[in-house]
């Protein structure tokens, strides 16, 4: 494609000529990197990293059967064992019990991040490890509650791999269960636990590899390396920030006033729609590439331990004789009934059936319905920081929201009266917390989502959003491309150049 040259003068304001090179050289590769970033987002947008979620993970599980009294004071755990929580389900025809010890001084492991210590109820021994028949029967009540088609392959020991680069290390060793249906749903069994950890399609792992995997940089061999992972997609945004921002600099600077007074672009062809597109979408593609950079929280300027306080004033302290003394009195339970776990709260042991529905009820320690009401919240709130408002939600809010993962309603807000003023998203149920925001966790739900997904209220109804966000995606992803092209033929020139002359200087 043929260009007009710019004047031969330097143009003003034009940045020094070893940063140019160094901008169109970086342009080779982390433009590339770009445009890949580009191109996988379109398939993000409607095919996410498969996770089994929670509720997913309860649906495959077989009906409980409630385990006698016999069997719970069997169980060898000190009566005064503080634990963070407690629950009972089927695993492989019997149920067990999985406690997960508290917090304390010499353990100081977030709930969340705990394995629980198994029990089995049919002998009150530490449950051992499943063997390959239980294997096969825990996929087949998980294909079951799930309605798999398809019959249950042979499982097979696995090592970690794409889906399970994140669970792998809790749950090794991995068992794989692949199944004859038309989806070609795989799943993970730990052979530790006896859960279900991941569950994938055909469909998931085909548009992944095109999706998240190239967007988050997330091939098995680098992301098990948690560190070296982190600092790779914090330095390549950085460089892609620079990249962004010198390519606007100059892009400005180039610009020129023609014979009938307007200003525009002095190139024509291919350098034409990369100037101009880029003068237009270049602040979005900074904003991208930074709030990408933002959600790595990188030297930790985003740090917020917003919910990990709060979650253990709001459940306060609980043992193992009042979850027994609570398990022994629920002698009946709802129908459909898959699981019964604790949800404590302030400093008062309760207990939650959930079913295969998605419902829940709960219970106290004499085994009666205890519905929650807003006064127990305020109660189990009360001290320091204050209550200062507490509101039953219908309506999603900027924080409270479905995007990447379900957000129930009704739901309970509670704002404090702290210097953070958190805010807590706390389960009409159960009274369980699950989402707090304190100022950082606020500042990063804008400087992320808001910027990388234009995450905001105004935008949010689909399918609206997706009408805004695919073309600018385009116009982006044609900055991207046009530049990295720019930028090989110009580099290629550069070294063919270079090469001339140093072939020149050896025949002499």
Request: proline fraction near 8%; aromatic fraction near 10%; include cysteine.
């Amino acid at each position: 494609m043929t260009t007009l040259q710019p004047r031969a003068r330097r143009p003003r304001g034009l940045l020094p000529r070893p940063i140019l090179v160094f901008h169109r050289w970086l342009g080779v590769f982390v433009g590339l990197l770009m445009t890949i970033w580009c191109l996988s987002g379109f398939v993000m947008i409607y095919v996410d990293y498969p996770r089994l979620e929670p509720a997913a993970q309860l649906q495959g599980l077989a009906p409980l059967q409630l385990p006698s009294v016999e069997a719970l004071n069997a169980v060898t755990l000190p009566p005064d064992l503080p634990i963070s929580s407690a629950r009972i389900e089927m695993m492989a025809g019997r149920p067990v019990l999985r406690v997960a010890p508290a917090r304390t001084p010499d353990r100081p492991i977030p709930q969340m991040r705990t394995i629980p210590d198994a029990v089995d109820l049919a002998t009150g021994q530490p449950l051992a490890p499943p063997g390959p028949a239980e294997i096969r029967r825990i996929a087949a009540d998980f294909a079951q509650g799930h309605a798999v088609a398809g019959a249950p392959a042979v499982p097979v020991e696995t090592g970690i791999d794409q889906w399970t680069v994140q669970t792998y290390r809790r749950n090794a060793p991995l068992y794989r269960v692949d199944y004859d249906d038309a989806a070609g749903t795989e799943i993970y069994i730990s052979g530790k636990s006896g859960e279900v950890v991941q569950k994938t399609t055909r469909f998931q792992r085909f548009w992944n590899w095109l999706g998240a995997v190239p967007h988050w940089l997330y091939p098995t061999i680098l992301r098990q390396d948690g560190a070296l992972w982190n600092e790779v997609v914090v330095w390549t945004s950085l460089a892609g920030c620079f990249l962004t921002a010198t390519g606007i600099w100059a892009g400005l600077a180039r610009l020129r006033r023609k014979r009938d007074g307007k200003v525009g672009s002095p190139y024509r062809g291919l350098w034409w729609w990369h100037h101009v597109f880029g003068l237009f979408f270049g602040l979005l593609t900074l904003t991208w590439v930074a709030s990408g950079l933002f959600s790595m929280n990188p030297w930790g300027f985003l740090d917020s331990e917003a919910g990990f306080a709060e979650r253990e004033r709001l459940a306060g302290p609980m043992r193992w004789n009042e979850v027994r003394q609570a398990l022994s009195a629920l002698n009946r339970l709802p129908a459909d009934t898959l699981r019964i776990e604790t949800a404590p709260l302030g400093g008062r042991t309760f207990l939650l059936a959930a079913d295969a529905q998605g419902g829940s009820q709960r219970f106290d320690v004499a085994g009666r319905p205890a519905p929650l009401s807003g006064q127990d919240l305020r109660t189990a709130l009360s001290g320091q920081p204050s209550l200062a408002a507490l509101d039953l939600m219908e309506q999603e809010d900027a924080y409270y929201y479905s995007h990447r993962s379900p957000a129930p309603l009704p739901v309970w807000r509670a704002t404090l009266a702290d210097a953070e003023t958190t805010r807590l998203y706390i389960d009409p149920v159960s009274g369980r917390l699950l989402r707090a925001f304190d100022r950082n966790g606020r500042g990063f739900r804008w400087l992320q989502d808001g910027l990388h997904s234009l995450d905001l209220p105004v935008l949010r109804k689909r399918p609206w959003w997706d009408l805004l966000v695919l073309p600018l995606l385009a116009a982006v992803t044609l900055v991207c491309a046009t530049g990295t092209w720019m930028a090989w033929n110009k580099a290629r020139r550069d070294v063919s150049r270079l090469w001339r002359k140093l072939s020149r200087r050896l025949r002499r």
